[in-house]
């Protein structure tokens, strides 16, 4: 007898959401006030947006002609936020 190939059934190439270049699916809590304010059509853009000032500011992100650490690790205390915020208010 001759094997016949299935019509249905099974994964089809190209199907399904495509990945975003350089992405990574994570989950983060979120003040309740804070995330009704951020914009509904794109909260990832939004919120990359929002990291990457923030860290620039903070010195964290390098531009990508200049080196960066190979292995650079931070750690953030309960101390670390508490000295953070307590600096935003003055």
Same mark, same amino acid.
């Given at each position: 007898? *001759? %094997? #016949?190939?299935?019509? +249905? $059934? $099974?994964? =089809? *190439?190209?199907? $399904?959401?495509?990945?975003?270049?350089? #992405?990574?699916?994570?989950?983060?809590? @979120? /003040?309740? %006030? &804070? &995330?009704?304010?951020?914009?509904? #059509?794109?909260?990832?853009?939004? @919120?990359?947006?929002? &990291? =990457?000032?923030?860290? *620039?500011?903070? $010195?964290?992100?390098? %531009? /990508?002609?200049? /080196?960066?650490?190979?292995?650079?690790?931070? @750690? &953030? #205390?309960? %101390?670390?936020? +508490?000295?953070?915020? /307590?600096?935003?208010?003055?």
């Amino acid at each position: 007898m *001759e %094997e #016949t190939k299935k019509k +249905r $059934g $099974g994964k =089809r *190439e190209g199907a $399904g959401r495509k990945k975003g270049a350089d #992405t990574k699916l994570i989950s983060v809590k @979120i /003040e309740t %006030e &804070l &995330l009704g304010l951020i914009p509904n #059509t794109n909260r990832s853009k939004y @919120i990359n947006y929002a &990291l =990457r000032v923030a860290l *620039e500011k903070d $010195g964290l992100l390098f %531009e /990508e002609k200049q /080196e960066q650490p190979k292995k650079n690790i931070f @750690i &953030l #205390t309960n %101390e670390d936020v +508490r000295k953070y915020y /307590e600096s935003k208010d003055n």
